[in-house]
Each structure stands twice: as structure tokens, then as C-alpha cells.
């Protein structure tokens, strides 16, 4: 991944018609609703003018190369357990969250080993990968055996693991698309399918939603908005089926069900978080979104099913 390489690159070109052309139409339909049928959208618009910011500098960290694009996925990943650790108050321990620091950080150190690390082998940097959590977990948990302390550290432990596993690890899977035969396919296509579903499923549960999903853990949330969210979810492999050409049928169909199902358990998952600490939003860095956390939560589950699913079916590298 290079500028040079994304200016050659078809998928590359494909996407800046994709997204600006999508937030053209988006504007479009805002505008007719707000203006012409006099639709009170609130937030909405508020929601709509921070993507016409996001999705430009997102494009242009992907343009700039590998190397930025990998930097900018890890300092999401330190910005969003920042809020993470703010909100639960493990921030208040020094020990943990410094760990967790250190392993997000390696996250993104290990998405950078593209080349091989021993003879024989090209994948070397994906196993260091996977293996990272086992050797975090245990310094984590090595903590309160260092302080000889077992009351309250309980909470303190799982939230340290929850927030590397969750925001360093999981969502950390992002970066290795860039490794892969296919980068801007990959990578591409998950951040905008999945934010897409997003916007379906709020959509769909906004015209349609009578339904509650999980009254306990996000009240506005309607089956509604999750079968529409999922049925756009299916239909897009379709569409922009030159992302992975390689790709057949069986595949677009994971595909389809890993975004329209995914997204969807990241963004309760997270909820649950938000409504047991008793807070709304992780952040308020982004009008319209809240934090960094509230806008990666979908991807969390979507970037490692994707590139398994992929890595399984076809070489990643």
C-alpha cells in the first residue's frame, strides 16, 4: 500500500465514487426530507456533516500507505480504551491500563512485521499476532499477585482483559488487512459495509421500528432497524462485488451475514458496557457519534471475522 499504488489500484477508485457518491445522495435525501416534507431530523444532520469529516480523512489515511494506516487503526484503538478506562474508572489504576497501553501498541507493532520473521514462512507476523493475548492476559493478571491484593481486584483484572481484548485485539484486526493480497478490497469494503449497516439498522428502525431488540441494553433499538440493517447487509457483497473478486458465492453470503450480524453485536456489546457504567456516550469528540469507542464498536466484531473468514477461504498473503 502506497499513494503511488492506490492511484493504480481499480478498488482504490472504485471507493472514492462509492463514498463521496453515497454521501452525495445521503445529502440529497437529508435535504428533501428537511426541506421539502418538513421532517425534523434533529442530530441527524448533526451525525451527517461529521461524516462529510470522517470519510475524508479516513480515505486519506488509507491513501497515504500501509504504515499510516496501521498507525492511525492503533491510535484509535489507545484513544478509544482511553474512554473505555475513563468511563469504568479503571483509569484509576496506573498498573492495568499501562498494560493495556503497552498491548495495543504491540497490536499495531505486529500488523507492521509484513516481512517474515524466519525462513519459510510469510505468516510469521500473523501468529505473533494471535498469539499477543496470551501474553498480555497473564501480565494482567500478574498485577494484583504483585501487590498482594484479592479484594476489588477482580473488576479491575476483567476490565483490563475486556478492554485489550475487545479494543486493542479484536478491533486491532483492522490493521492486518494491509498485509494482505488484497488490502483496499478488505479493508475498504469492511469500514464502509459495516457503517452502512449501521446507518440501516438506525434507518429502518427509525421509519419501521415498533419492536425493541434488547430493552435492557439499547431501548431504541428495534428488530426493525436489525433485519433491515440485515437485509442491506446481504445485498451489498452483490454489489460491490469487485472488492474480492475471488470471492464466490458461499463467501459473499459470509460476507454478508459477518457485517449484517457483527455490527450489530458490537455496538450492544458495547451498550451493554455504557449501560451498566450508566453512561450514554464513551466520548463527545465526534458531534452526532460521541466518542471514538461509539463510532469503532460495530468493527470490533466484523474486522476478525472478516479477515478468518477470508484467510480461510483464500491465501491471505
Not at 478491533?171 to 483496499?184: E, I, K, Q, R, V
Not at 458496557?273 to 463527545?284: A, L
Amino acid at each position: 500500500m502506497s499513494p503511488s499504488q492506490a492511484l493504480q489500484d481499480p478498488v482504490f477508485r472504485a471507493y472514492l465514487w462509492v463514498i463521496f457518491g453515497s454521501l452525495g445522495i445521503g445529502g440529497m435525501v437529508l435535504g428533501f426530507l428537511s426541506l421539502g416534507l418538513r421532517k425534523e431530523l434533529g442530530s441527524i444532520w448533526s451525525t451527517y456533516r461529521s461524516w462529510l469529516i470522517l470519510a475524508p480523512i479516513g480515505l486519506a489515511v488509507v491513501f497515504a500507505g500501509r504504515v499510516p494506516t496501521i498507525l492511525g487503526i492503533t491510535l484509535l484503538s489507545v484513544f478509544g480504551f482511553k474512554e473505555f478506562a475513563r468511563a469504568s474508572e479503571l483509569d484509576r489504576d496506573r498498573w492495568i491500563t499501562t498494560i493495556v497501553y503497552a498491548g495495543i501498541v504491540t497490536v499495531g507493532a505486529a500488523s507492521l512485521l509484513s516481512l517474515p520473521l524466519s525462513e519459510g514462512s510469510n505468516l510469521e507476523w500473523y501468529r505473533c499476532f494471535v498469539a499477543l493475548p496470551v501474553f498480555v492476559i497473564p501480565l494482567i493478571l500478574l498485577v494484583p499477585i504483585l501487590r498482594n491484593r484479592a479484594r476489588g481486584e477482580l473488576q479491575r483484572v476483567s476490565l483490563g482483559i475486556v478492554g485489550f481484548i475487545y479494543i486493542g485485539w479484536m478491533f486491532g484486526h483492522l490493521g492486518c488487512f494491509t498485509n494482505s493480497l488484497n488490502p483496499y478490497g478488505y479493508l475498504l469494503y469492511v469500514i464502509f459495509a459495516t457503517e452502512l449497516s449501521d446507518v440501516a439498522a438506525f434507518t429502518f428502525g427509525r421509519v419501521f421500528g415498533r419492536h425493541p431488540l434488547r430493552s435492557e441494553i439499547s431501548p431504541k433499538k428495534t428488530w426493525e432497524g436489525a433485519l433491515g440493517a440485515l437485509a442491506i447487509s446481504m445485498i451489498l457483497p452483490w454489489l460491490l462485488r469487485f472488492s474480492f473478486p475471488e470471492f464466490g458465492p458461499w463467501q459473499l453470503i459470509l460476507t454478508g451475514l459477518i457485517v449484517g450480524v457483527g455490527a450489530q453485536l458490537g455496538d450492544l456489546s458495547v451498550s451493554m458496557n455504557k449501560r451498566d457504567i450508566g453512561t450514554k456516550d464513551m466520548g463527545g469528540l465526534i458531534p452526532g457519534h460521541g466518542g471514538i469507542l461509539d463510532r469503532i464498536d460495530s468493527l470490533i466484531y466484523v474486522a476478525p471475522l472478516f479477515l478468518h473468514m477470508a484467510s480461510y477461504y483464500h491465501q491471505l498473503r
